[in-house]
Nanobody, 121 residues
Framework: QVRLQESGPGLVQPSQTLSLTCTVS??????????WSWIRQPPGKALEWMGA???????YYSPSLKSRTSISRETSKNQFTLQLSSVTPADTAVYYC?????????????WGQGTQVTVSS
């Protein structure tokens, strides 16, 4: 059973960088053909895919967020991280990490429980 757990601060000040970590257990983030994604849901809005890091270490980003987003990994800890810079209140959302075996299908087989991040001074 693969499990994902998000961690990070629940409150971030405007203009700062949001940093979240997803810790994976029950499976390796380097296992072939899996893509480890960050997805968020602002209040009252739909889920938004932010980006992903592949089993190979390659990264993929949403065009609308690419300039502010960085996804990296720490294979020794089986973790991958999200950094979102220059945040505004519009970045307030529940942030999820999830696993997919095909980014094109937008289908995820495992999700973290999600973590609320509020951007406010």
């Amino acid at each position: 059973q693969v499990r994902l757990q998000e961690s990070g601060p629940g409150l971030v000040q405007p203009s700062q960088t949001l940093s979240l970590t997803c810790t994976v257990s029950g499976g390796s983030i380097t296992t072939s053909n899996y893509y480890w994604s960050w997805i968020r849901q602002p209040p009252g809005k739909a889920l938004e895919w932010m980006g992903a890091i592949a089993y190979s270490g390659s990264t993929y980003y949403s065009p609308s967020l690419k300039s502010r987003t960085s996804i990296s990994r720490e294979t020794s800890k089986n973790q991958f991280t999200l950094q979102l810079s220059s945040v505004t209140p519009a970045d307030t959302a529940v942030y999820y990490c999830a696993r997919a075996n095909d980014l094109a299908t937008n289908e995820y087989d495992y999700w973290g429980q999600g973590t609320q991040v509020t951007v406010s001074s």
